[in-house]
């Protein structure tokens, strides 16, 4: 009975043993799955990029993957230079649509003159008047606008020179002609110092040589004027001055030539005025040289034109 017994339980134990190793090979299959699915899960979280990055992994100011740091708009490129922005700088340290500025200075030395004055008169059409008649009488004639705010009056002359000698050898003409009351005036023409600035430092400085070159045709023109009533107001006396005064004229002609000049200065419209008066004044000369009856007044009138708008402008630009 004992040992029937015992074959019974080993027949049970062994009828037993395979549903053992099938279970536990369910259970291993079950264990394996969840945990295989957990380290491949963790797998692809770590390689996926998180929600709004952008592809490639790189976020705006960050860093690539090459460890450089992206350009930005106005910041730095790899090498660490600035690039230029709108409104930055350029390398010649203009900015882009400005303009650059350039200064020169005009120098004038001051000039004190004697003219024949015939009348003075507070209204412009009155001594235009005047001017016209002293014309007609064979005398030169020539209006000189007020120089100040306080100056209210209109004068009326009829030749101008640098010396005592020369204007008291034109008076007797101005007398005769029936200005009893003619007089010897003194015209003080101011110095001038000036900084004139502007974007274009060629015009600049041909505006200084044309300034200059004026007032060195001014002073041929007076000693060819002096030498003129020194001598009687021969055409012989007047011509042997004629070649330096063309010369200084030629100097005022070419210092404009060929430059243009720029909109932010605003002298550049007076400055041509002088020039073609100038001009005029000059070429005047030439033609009373040569001894053509007739031309002195015209050309002394002019000379007194030139003279006056200087002076006019001169004092403007002071």
Excluded: C
Aim: charged residues 15%; glycine residues 14%; proline residues 7%.
């Amino acid at each position: 009975m004992h040992r029937s017994g015992r074959k019974g339980e080993l027949r049970g134990i062994r009828a037993g043993l395979p549903l053992l190793f099938v279970g536990l090979a369910v259970l291993g299959l079950v264990v394996g799955a969840v945990f295989g699915t957990y380290i491949i899960r963790s797998l692809i979280d770590a390689t996926s990029p998180s929600p709004g990055s952008p592809p490639g992994g790189a976020i705006p100011g960050g860093t690539t993957p090459g460890g450089t740091t992206p350009t930005t708009p106005g910041g730095t490129t790899p090498g660490g230079t600035t690039p230029t922005t709108p409104g930055g700088t350029t390398p010649s340290g203009i900015t882009p649509g400005g303009t650059g500025s350039a200064s020169v200075r005009v120098q004038v030395e001051a000039r004190s003159l004697l003219a024949v004055q015939i009348g003075a008169f507070s209204e412009r059409a009155q001594a235009q008047n005047v001017a016209h008649e002293a014309l007609q009488r064979g005398l030169p004639g020539s209006v000189w606008d007020p120089i100040s705010g306080q100056d209210k009056l209109y004068r009326v002359r009829v030749g101008v020179v640098s010396s005592r000698q020369a204007a008291d050898a034109l008076l007797p003409s101005a007398k005769a002609a029936g200005y009893g009351e003619a007089f010897v005036a003194t015209v003080q023409m101011p110095a001038l110092d000036l900084a004139v600035t502007a974007s274009s430092e060629t015009y600049l400085n041909a505006f200084r040589d044309a300034v200059v070159n004026l007032a060195a045709l001014l002073d041929a023109e007076l000693a060819a004027w002096d030498a003129f009533a020194r001598g009687g107001l021969t055409a012989q006396s007047l011509s042997a001055h004629s070649s330096s005064v063309n010369a200084a004229a030629n100097k005022v002609r070419q210092a404009l030539a060929g430059v243009t000049p720029p909109a932010d200065l605003g002298e550049r419209q007076v400055l041509q005025g002088l020039i073609n008066m100038a001009d005029a004044s000059a070429l005047e000369l030439a033609e009373a040289a040569t001894g053509a009856g007739g031309k002195y007044p015209r050309a002394m009138s002019e000379f007194m034109g030139f003279v006056a708008a200087f002076g006019q402008s001169l004092h403007s630009w002071r």
